[in-house]
Structures are given as structure tokens and as C-alpha cells.
């Protein structure tokens, strides 16, 4: 079945470096969306990436999709204590009878020192 | 708008007994499922639920786990008997539908979760 690997498990920052969470599906993907988990809350989506090879902003967040649809990645530049927690990427698959299954990363733990 | 509530937050019980976990998830919201997170994974899916049919269960151990979703709306989800890696959070979440474009009609809301823990 499909699957979908984050790298790294864990990142440990000091406050005002960036950070990269990267994401890799086994299977093509018909779109990737991005998550974002504080500690002891719940999931909470962040974006949704649908074309290949698309960037998009949101504040100090870059998320980029790619061009063969099976990879993408985030970027935070110049991190805050507000950034902390868990980033997932979720995987739509393209179709088959996986169709709609939406399946996770392991997520990427980000911790920040102030 | 609420959002998707969960009930209850938190249930312990000692193993071989039951629970139900109870789902009310966003007006409107066609799509509803079920996924099981344990401490420092992903979300894994359990069921996938489009409108009161159940159209991906393939990741639900069917022998101890159950659920339903009466007139499409609100679901359960029944453990019995629970074992002690049955511990974890069950988050219920809901969406539009499932869409392939960037309508985002496949976007996730998820509740806060009921957090598990089998003794």
C-alpha cells in the first residue's frame, strides 16, 4: 500500500534559524496537504498543494510540491517558540482503489530554544 | 461553528472491557473518519465513512472494532474487548467530500480526540 516517510523525526532549533521538514510518498500523489499538531492538541491543517512542481507562501511557511508529485517539503525561515510541534504531511492518493484515502507521515517533531 | 466534537476526552478501563468513543462532526461534512494516533506517529486511518456508508475499512481490526454512522451524521466507535495496545488517542475527523482538485473539499477538520488508556 501506499506509504508516506518524513525526514527528519525530530529537530531541534534555537529560535531565529530555519527549518525543513521533507516528505516522500511511495505512490503518486493527486495532492499533499500539510498539518500542524502543538503538543497535546490535534491535528490542524495548514495547506494543500494540487499541482506539480507548485510553491506556496504563508508568512515565514514555504511549501513546495514536486514535480513528479511523490515529494514535498516545508520550510520555516527564521523560526519562533511559536512554531513548535508536530508537522505531517498527508498524502491524497492519485487514484485506484485508494482513491480519497488521504495517508500520513510520521510527522516531524520541531522543538525551539528560545 | 463547533467544529467536530469529541466525546468523552478521556476514557481509562482495565483490558477486556468496552468502549465507545462518540463523533459529531461539521454540519455539511459528507466524510467522516476515523484514525488512531498513537504517541509520537501519524494519524493512521481506521475507516473512512461517506455519508453512512463505510467505504474503507481495510485498516480496521474487525474483530474487536466497530463502528457505525446512523443517518450519515454523527458516528461511534466501539472497542470490545480492549487490550492494552489498544491505548491511544482516536481522533474523528470530517470533511466536504473527497476531491481531487484544489476545491479542497478533501481538507480534514479533526476533533480534539479521546484519549485511550487501557490498563
Known amino acids: 500500500g501506499q506509504q508516506v516517510m518524513q525526514i527528519p523525526q525530530y529537530q531541534h532549533v534555537q529560535e531565529g534559524e530555519d527549518f525543513t521538514t521533507y516528505c516522500n510518498s511511495s505512490t503518486t500523489l493527486s495532492n499533499i496537504q500539510w498539518y500542524k499538531q502543538r503538543p497535546g492538541g490535534h491535528p490542524v491543517f495548514l495547506i494543500q498543494l494540487v499541482k506539480s512542481g507548485e510553491v506556496k507562501k504563508q508568512k515565514r511557511l514555504t511549501f513546495q510540491f514536486g514535480e513528479a508529485k511523490k515529494n514535498s517539503s516545508l520550510h520555516i525561515t527564521a523560526t519562533q517558540t511559536t512554531d513548535v510541534g508536530t508537522y505531517f504531511c498527508?498524502?491524497?492518493?492519485?487514484?485506484?482503489?485508494?482513491?480519497?484515502?488521504?495517508?500520513f507521515g510520521q510527522g516531524t517533531i520541531l522543538t525551539v530554544h528560545p | 461553528e463547533a467544529g467536530v466534537v469529541q466525546s468523552p476526552r478521556y476514557k481509562i478501563i482495565e483490558k477486556k472491557q468496552p468502549v465507545a468513543f462518540w463523533c459529531n462532526p461539521i454540519s455539511g461534512h459528507n466524510t467522516l473518519y476515523w484514525y488512531l494516533q498513537n504517541l509520537g506517529q501519524g494519524p493512521e486511518l481506521l475507516i473512512r465513512y461517506e455519508n453512512e456508508e463505510a467505504v474503507d475499512d481495510s485498516q480496521l481490526p474487525k474483530d474487536r472494532f466497530s463502528a457505525e454512522r446512523l443517518k450519515g451524521v454523527d458516528s461511534t466507535l466501539k472497542i470490545q474487548p480492549a487490550e492494552l495496545g489498544d491505548s491511544a488517542v482516536y481522533l474523528c475527523?470530517?470533511?466536504?467530500?473527497?476531491?481531487?482538485?484544489?476545491?479542497?473539499?478533501?481538507?480534514?477538520?479533526f476533533g480534539a480526540g479521546s484519549r485511550l488508556t487501557v490498563l
Open positions: 498527508a498524502g491524497n492518493n492519485a487514484g485506484g482503489t485508494s482513491y480519497g484515502k488521504l495517508t
Open positions: 475527523a470530517s470533511s466536504l467530500g473527497v476531491g481531487r482538485g484544489p476545491s479542497g473539499a478533501n481538507v480534514l477538520t
